[in-house]
């Protein structure tokens, strides 16, 4: 049931959703990207943009999805790309903000940075930034609504494929 009041920022909801964004993090550090969308609700936006780019609008975005349907679709899209080496990511999240919005969802404000490791190499820092995200809330299981990923450089990667 849909309501304006503010939800109340509970011990348990804080670790509600740092549980929730590990999983996230294990989905993704296990190369299980079917299941990606599933942390989403149907109608959702995943970006990533960097900090210039977030103050100009998101036609600048790096990416730019909106709904499962197109997240499906870049699943698919990685799966039959050929311009990629294998490798290992690993995704850290940390120094979780949360604040509570309108009705069922929160804001939450996290830092992030993944490490990419491809086979005979050294790890290297692949990307680092902040999440701006909307989550919905509804009882204890929690989506995402809106997924933002900010980046901190100003000039992304170029091999741009997987999930943040």
């Known amino acids: 049931m849909a309501t304006n009041e503010a939800l109340p920022l509970t011990a348990e909801l804080r670790l509600d959703v740092q549980e929730f964004y590990f999983r996230y993090a294990e989905c993704l550090d296990g190369g299980r990207l079917q299941q990606w969308p599933e942390f989403f609700l149907d109608a ?3 970006r990533v943009t960097t900090r210039r780019a977030l103050r100009r609008g998101p036609e600048e975005d790096v990416v730019s999805l909106n709904g499962k349907t197109a997240m499906r ?8 790309s050929e311009d990629f080496e294998p490798h290992i990511q690993r995704h850290y999240i940390a120094n979780f ?14 830092n992030f940075q993944v490490l990419r490791t491809f086979p005979e190499r050294r790890s290297e820092a692949f990307v680092s930034g902040y999440f701006l995200d909307r989550v919905a809330v509804s009882g204890r299981r929690l989506n995402f609504r809106e997924k933002l990923c900010v980046l901190d450089s100003e000039v992304p990667p170029e091999s741009f494929v997987y999930p943040i």
């Open 44 to 46: 959702c936006v995943y």
């Open 73 to 80: 679709d870049r699943i698919v899209a990685i799966g039959q």
């Open 97 to 110: 903000r949360l604040q509570a919005a309108a009705g069922e969802e929160l804001r939450v404000q996290a």
